[in-house]
């Protein structure tokens, strides 16, 4: 991350913290070094601006490659802004994309690194709080780090989705819960052990941020009949 990025934190942090005075809770619950998986609802694209500044250590994300591969003078601007947020790029999709998105959070987390995921996958339209999708939970038992799990408040507030820029007089709380260990549930490779794993994930996130529970997974429209079979067909949200 370098240069750019300790910039930001020196910057960004202070400003947002001045301009929108989070509340935050449990800042103690994050362990000071070491791997760890923060966990948190997602109502809002400035989510990944709140945690990192309500963090009391560097936190990490993936983020969207467009965002680091625009032309001129918006390109650059745009890839220096997410890098001196701590996001890394990452071409999202299925398959081998969604594999070497956990192989780049693992290398991280071997590293010491905090890494902040979305469980629900996408962000929530209504506000509700979806069902989990596993990978955290197999990114967690096949690494070892401890998930901390986050509750953000009033973020869909400050920048509703669609909104171009965020608002100035809306106030978000940040919550962290206490770290949750999930080894006891298995290995990585159990299917049952990441379903378990993820649904004590969820249950921490719902207590911390009150929302009410929407029992199904925040599925990306499908663009084709082939992806509308897939998303009603049984199957393990990856």
Known sequence: MGSTYALGRFVITPLARLVYRPRVE?????????????????????????????????????????????KGIGGWLSKEFFTSIGAIPVHRGAGQAALDALDQQRALLEQGNAVALYPEGTRSLDGRLYKGRTGVAFLALQTGAPVVPVGLVGTDLVMPVGAKVPTLNQRISVKFGEPLDLSHHGPATSGR??????????????????????????????????????????????
């Open 193 to 238: 052990a990441r379903r378990l794993a993820t649904d004590d994930i969820m249950a921490a996130i719902h207590a911390l941020s009150g929302q009410e529970l929407a029992n199904a997974y925040n599925e990306v429209p499908a663009h084709n009949p082939i992806e509308r079979i897939k998303q009603v067909l049984p199957h393990e949200r990856r």
């Open 26 to 70: 449990g800042r103690g619950n994050v362990p000071k070094s070491g791997p760890v998986i923060f966990a948190s609802n997602h109502l809002s694209f400035i989510d990944s601006i709140a945690i990192p500044v309500a963090a009391p250590r560097p936190v990490h994300f993936l983020a969207k490659s467009s965002y680091f591969e625009g």
